[in-house]
């Protein structure tokens, strides 16, 4: 399974602006500079995160991004879902019905073993992102960073960040 690189920038984002203070947004241009990516293409996600409730949008020139919700209430499965959808990412397209001497409709009652599989793996897939929120992953890499990682983030904020009105 393959996920776009814009799950991989929504999640990024996501845990960068849990770090803003209380009144506190960041561009996507200020975000996109602090991932090196192109502003936009991580627009389109994080309007994508807007739209799905997990980012709130304020507006203006002194406007950007910041969390709707908290960070223990945002699981990486909403993230995934929000940017990529809502569709199973293994689509059966029946091919076992195709070819020479095809089977009578019988044989066709329920849905394939590889489908019946790929759906069982899809459901752990999503239950584990579900049982992931973003704190969790802060929580991770707090235990795991020696100063480096939180000194990079505070500059930046103290660079970037805005300050407006909740």
């Known amino acids: 399974m ?3 690189d814009g799950v991989e920038q929504s999640i990024h984002c996501t845990a ?6 209380a009144g506190g947004v960041l561009s996507a241009a200020a975000l996109a500079e602090y991932h090196g990516v192109s502003t936009s ?3 389109k996600h994080l309007q994508a995160l807007s739209g799905a409730g997990i980012l709130e949008t304020v507006p203006g020139p002194k406007g950007g991004y910041r969390l709707a919700k908290k960070p223990e209430d945002i699981s990486l499965l909403d993230i995934v879902l929000a940017v990529e959808g809502p569709a199973p990412a293994f689509r059966c397209a029946e ?9 009578p409709q019988r ?8 489908t019946a599989a790929m759906l069982r793996a899809e459901r752990a ?17 707090s235990a795991d960073d ?3 990682i939180a ?3 505070c500059a930046f904020m103290d660079m970037h960040e805005r300050k407006v009105a909740r």
């Open 2 to 4: 393959k996920l776009g």
């Open 16 to 21: 960068v602006l849990s770090g803003l203070s």
């Open 41 to 43: 293409y991580l627009l």
């Open 95 to 103: 091919i076992r019905q195709r070819g020479p001497n095809p089977l």
């Open 107 to 114: 044989y066709f009652t329920k849905p394939c073993q590889v």
């Open 125 to 141: 897939y999503r239950a584990e992102l579900a049982s992931t929120s973003i704190a969790d992953i802060l929580t991770e890499l």
């Open 146 to 148: 020696d100063g480096g």
């Open 151 to 153: 000194a990079r983030g």
